[in-house]
């Protein structure tokens, strides 16, 4: 909890909500007739509407980007280190959009929203939602802010990937992309972490085939395990060493010898286990897994990903962290290698940090100094 | 703009307007802006000190932060006109396997090194007995970055032999006086050597 607000803050924030009437076709044949967006914004949206920023949330991310909803939170949106006035997503210049994705459970239409034909939840009768569908409701998010053309499309991991699909599906709608610790696609390793994470949720003998609302429960334990997991490929293992080694915890420094925590590491993730349970849906933890694992755009071009990315028009900045193996920087060289082959502008920076995957929501000063030296030439570029 | 380093605005001097250039070592930018601005160049520079890369943000250019030890895989055959390393050979890993990779990746290369074999490098070397300094090599001995320094006559032997036809050449000195002496035994008073060539046929 802040006891005051910081003066880089965007202050306190409150989210909107759009609802949409126009039925949206998804990638995967179905269609949602209805649904609504819920987003966040920062910062003026200028005359010409020439200053948006559309920011892309990744796998667990919502549309508290940054800022406070109250005094008692205990820490501002995911992303309160880049985004702020004087930050690197400068709101003195930029106008921020943050959306939670279709899918989503943070108050966009998702599992959790009331099936329009039934009346309850929706669960697992959700349609699949992919990188895709999610652009084009962007897309139509910023019709309705007014907002022709972002001045950039930014995203870290599966935002990344959102940042990508915007420049090849809406080229002449966004002037700049950003792509943070990204990659082209999913690698076999990268699917298989997800296939365990989806079977520890669906496996749980409280998931109830996802109708676990309906069953007045939840699958706790499948979804704890599923996030255990992934934290454990969000991180580094130096920095897993730098913050728990061996350590004991309570500062034993002799075994109990039996099952419960003993260790640093596991009280850690026992613990971002369960807290995740209490904010995360786990039919939308499924649903954001698959998009993960079905994004290629390379795959309709013969796996060519130049191929994928000639339609694109703009600029990229292309990032990627040292010590991140879920996405490694040669992850991020892959798209580097096919936006050079199609000539298209691209700057490309590898930040030495030992955070792993995590690294992109840090305030490692290296990092913080490339994407703000790049905003501030996307600003002067669109008259922010 | 600023005034541009000598060496670097005779370089500029050999690029041709519009070309697509590829900057090995392109430092804080400051000749693809300058190629950019006066002769309408496209391109990339590589580079591998992250200040540096926030430097080219800035100036909206194009890097790619890049060992070039690596060498320019990410970079397929004959993409650019030209492709220029300044003051950077000497400080690679294979100078001969970077001056194939130039030729691969364009068709005309440029490069500017420190010539070993300068007159007060050989004074140093030969009559003091220590490891030579100068203006365009002021690194002592156990902090240098130049790990395969070499002479005028050494780059153009290699280039012989890996049949690199040399199109032109410049030497360079840190005043003019000493420039028309160097023009004259370049092996002896140039203090930087510029040369620039292609593949022969």
């Not at chain 1, 959790?112 to 039934?118: K, L, W």
């Not at chain 2, 100078?95 to 030729?103: A, G």
């Not at chain 2, 009559?127 to 001995?141: H, I, K, Q």
């Amino acid at each position: 909890m802040p006891e005051s607000i910081p003066a880089d803050s965007v202050g306190l924030v409150a989210p909107k909500c759009e609802h949409f009437d126009e039925p949206i076709e998804l990638e995967c044949g179905r269609q949602l007739a209805s649904y609504d967006l819920v987003y966040e914004a920062y910062g003026e949206l200028n005359a010409d509407a020439t200053n948006a920023v559309l920011v892309c949330h990744a796998l667990s991310g919502t549309h508290h980007a940054a800022g406070y909803h109250d005094m008692t939170e205990r820490k501002p949106g995911w992303w309160d280190n880049c985004i702020g006035p004087g930050k690197p997503i400068d709101t003195n210049r930029f106008f921020v959009v943050c959306c939670n994705n279709l899918g989503g459970c943070h108050g966009s239409t998702g599992p959790m929203s009331p099936n329009p034909e039934t009346g309850e939840p929706y669960g697992p009768a959700f349609p699949m939602v992919t990188v895709r569908d999610w652009v084009v409701s962007q897309a139509r998010l910023a019709d309705r802010l007014g907002i022709q053309r972002w001045a950039a499309v930014v995203g870290g991991s599966l935002g990344g990937m959102q940042a990508m699909q915007w420049s090849t599906d809406y080229p002449d709608r966004l002037a700049h992309a950003v792509v943070i610790a990204g990659a082209p696609r999913l690698s076999a390793q990268n699917i298989a972490f997800n296939e365990v994470a989806r079977q520890a949720i669906r496996s749980d003998p409280e998931f109830h085939g996802g109708n676990y609302l309906a069953a007045n429960t939840v699958p706790r334990r499948g979804l704890m395990l599923a996030r255990m997991l992934g934290h454990i490929t969000y991180l580094s293992e130096e920095a897993m060493r730098a913050k728990f080694g061996r350590d004991l915890r309570e500062g034993k420094d002799e075994y109990d010898f039996h099952y419960e925590v003993e260790f640093e590491v596991e009280s850690y993730l026992r613990y971002q286990g369960k807290s995740f349970v209490n904010r995360f849906d786990a039919n939308t933890y499924l649903l954001m897994t698959k998009a993960l694992d079905y994004f290629d755009p390379a795959a309709p071009y013969g796996h060519d990903l130049a191929k994928a990315l000639e339609p694109a028009q703009v600029p990229f900045l292309i990032l990627s962290f040292t010590s991140d193996w879920r996405f490694a920087p040669s992850r991020s060289r892959e798209i580097v290698r096919a936006l050079l082959e199609c000539k298209k502008d691209v700057c490309y920076a590898e930040i030495e940090a030992d955070h792993g995957h995590d690294a992109f929501l840090m305030p490692i000063p290296q990092y913080l100094a490339v994407l703000g030296t790049y905003m501030q030439r996307v600003a002067n570029e669109v008259g922010a | 703009m600023s005034e541009l380093r000598t060496d670097l605005q005779m370089v500029a001097d050999w690029i041709h307007p519009g070309a697509r250039v590829l900057d090995l070592g392109c430092g804080d930018g400051s000749l693809l802006a300058y190629l950019h601005a006066q002769r309408q160049v496209t391109g990339y520079g590589l580079e591998i000190d992250p200040d540096k890369i926030v430097s080219c943000i800035a100036s909206g250019l194009n890097v790619l932060q890049t060992d070039l030890d690596e060498g320019l895989s990410d970079f397929e055959a004959d993409s650019f006109d030209q492709v220029i390393m300044t003051q950077t050979l000497q400080a690679v890993r294979r100078p001969d396997k970077l001056l194939d990779e130039m030729l691969r990746v364009a068709e005309e290369g440029i490069v500017t090194f420190p010539n070993f074999a300068h007159w007060r490098l050989r004074y140093d070397h030969s009559v003091r007995g220590r490891m030579p300094r100068s203006e365009a090599l002021s690194y002592r001995w156990y902090e240098t970055p130049n790990i395969h320094l070499c002479t005028l006559r050494d780059f153009e032997e290699l280039c012989h032999t890996m049949n690199i036809r040399l199109i032109q050449r410049q030497v360079m000195s840190h005043d003019l006086k000493r420039l028309r002496m160097a023009q004259w035994r370049p092996n002896l008073f140039g203090e930087v050597a510029m040369y620039r060539f292609r593949r022969a046929d």
